[in-house]
């Protein structure tokens, strides 16, 4: 089955409940499958072979999904930030796409691309038209297609199919049991997984889905409070930037319920300020991969608050961890490389999923799984005793200084304690009697003026002069991805570049 076959639960089980949008104009259930219906119809009618969305967020995306998944065509929502080039580039590796796209993005598109229409002609044809019968999908064709974050040269295409999103939706939310008051702010992207897995998930839930096309801190808090906001998602710039608000004498926000966050590593100094100025927030914690169908582990709300007020390290230590796995999600730590052996509990090493809602495929380059269907999700991890998950950075991040291998995240994680660091980015960068030179580039704090000497020996004194930055250089901003993850390519690139000039 299709996941349409969500929005047939939802409509059963919600029909007129508004499910997208404002209060007083949103679209209802019944609505939205009636105009993804006709939407299928337009698709069967271009023949087209992918649907492709570029626009930001808003009701539009939600029907672009189910009018895909009505007509069989897979959806493939594309970064609108990119370059006009660069979305060519990427719609060239598409079969016969049919471009759905904001004004803006589409007039420069109409003179490189056949078959683009804008978002309120897609919605007007979604109106006009008949609403066509279902197309006959099977759990095992393509539903959505997303390329990766972009920050190699040649980002891949991975292929999600029905039976993925379906087993991810289905094993985490049960069907119709939001309050008819709730509603959920999402602030991700659509061509980020989270901006497809929460269509799914809220829909199914029954809770009404509000986006904030541009994020503002204050634009975010004043949106939940006039909409009541019970839910809320957001990747860890966003919550900084929120805490920095609230903490400037924004209003409370009686309303929210439960904060969600994932798509970067969570400073923790961040999540602190904001348990502590939301003492009565359920705070979220949501680890997935795009490979993975969204979301495989949790930290739920009692975990942050237990580790919050513990005096144990062990589970003080959980606040900086991705929870316990979700489930029908299987995971195992090896040794890096082909063929890597089981470690025990505790040890690093690189993490193994395994479940029916892993989909670990990549157009053109097949399936990443091994023979048993494990997937390397490249993120070097361990699993405590009692099942919870720690990441420390993904495996090509490892910086290997003196023929030792040295993880990013754990210099980075005590540098964000320092009260005159707000980010910071650890990277190696070449040096002929190392091999790799530890360099440090921090975004201090406001109206802070952070010693470099001070820096390095609060290192030192926390780790050990291996791990000590050999280079701390301040910036303005560090290169982020939307969804708050480091460029990390670009900025040693960029390091590499102003130290050859500086040579």
């Avoid at 109409?110 to 006009?128: G, H, K, N, P």
């Avoid at 379906?166 to 119709?176: D, F, H, N, R, S």
């Avoid at 903490?247 to 590593?265: F, V």
Wanted: charged share 20%; with cysteine; aromatic share 6%.
């Amino acid at each position: 089955m299709a996941i349409s076959l969500l929005l047939d639960i939802a409509t059963e089980l919600t029909p007129d409940r508004v499910i997208l949008g404002r209060r007083d104009d949103g679209v209802t259930t019944t609505r939205l499958a009636r105009l993804a219906a006709a939407g299928a119809a337009t698709l069967a009618q271009q023949q087209a072979a992918t649907l492709v969305f570029i626009g930001i967020n808003g009701p539009a995306f939600p029907v672009v999904l189910f009018a895909g998944a009505l007509a069989g065509v897979p959806v493939s929502p594309l970064n609108y930030r990119l370059a006009t080039d660069a979305l060519v580039s990427l719609i060239d590796r598409l079969d016969k796409p049919l471009i759905v796209a904001d004004d803006v993005y589409a007039e420069p598109l109409r003179r490189r691309c056949r078959m683009v229409i804008s978002t309120d002609e897609w919605l007007q044809m979604c109106v006009d038209s008949s609403p066509a019968e279902p197309a006959a999908v099977g759990d095992e064709d393509p539903a959505v297609l997303l390329f990766t974050s972009g920050t190699t040269s040649q980002p891949k295409l991975v292929v999600l199919r029905h039976q993925h999103l379906q087993a991810y939706v289905l094993g985490t939310v049960e069907p119709g049991t939001a309050h008819p008051n709730d509603a959920a702010l999402v602030s991700v992207p659509p061509y980020h997984v989270a901006g497809v897995g929460t269509v799914l998930t809220n829909l199914l839930a029954g809770r009404r889905l509000l986006y904030l096309p541009n994020f503002t801190p204050h634009g975010w808090l004043s949106l939940v409070r006039e909409e009541s906001v019970t839910f809320a998602m957001v990747v860890p710039t966003m919550l900084s930037r929120i805490v920095d608000a609230l903490g400037a004498g924004e209003a409370t926000l009686p309303s929210i319920r439960t904060i969600a966050y994932g798509g970067a590593r969570m400073p923790q100094p961040v999540l602190e300020r904001a348990l502590s100025l939301m003492p009565d927030v359920d705070f979220v914690n949501a680890y997935g991969l795009t490979e993975t169908s969204s979301t495989i582990a949790v930290l739920g709300p009692e975990d942050h608050r237990n580790a919050l007020a513990s005096s144990d390290p062990a589970v003080r230590e959980r606040l900086g961890s991705a929870g316990r796995f979700v489930p029908g999600v299987e995971a195992q730590i090896r040794t890096p490389g082909p063929g890597g052996a089981i470690l025990p509990s505790g040890q690093k090493g690189e993490l193994w999923v395994r479940g029916d809602q892993i989909a670990g495929e990549y157009a053109g380059l097949g399936s990443a799984l091994d023979a048993e269907g494990w997937f390397p999700t490249k993120d070097l991890a361990r699993i405590d005793d009692v099942g919870y998950l720690f990441i420390d950075g993904r495996s090509d991040d490892l910086i290997i200084k003196g023929g030792e291998n040295i993880a990013p995240a754990e210099i980075e994680d005590v540098l964000l304690c320092h009260p005159d660091v707000a980010e910071v980015a650890v990277v190696g960068l070449p040096d002929q009697e190392w091999g790799e030179r530890l360099t440090a580039v921090v975004v201090p704090t406001a109206d802070s003026n952070p010693d470099v000497d001070e820096l390095r020996a609060w290192v030192r004194d926390r780790l050990r002069s291996a791990k000590t930055p050999d280079t701390i250089t301040f910036r303005s901003e560090l290169p982020l991805t939307d969804t708050g993850k480091l460029l990390r390519r670009e900025l040693v690139a960029e390091l590499d570049v102003a130290r050859q000039g500086a040579t």
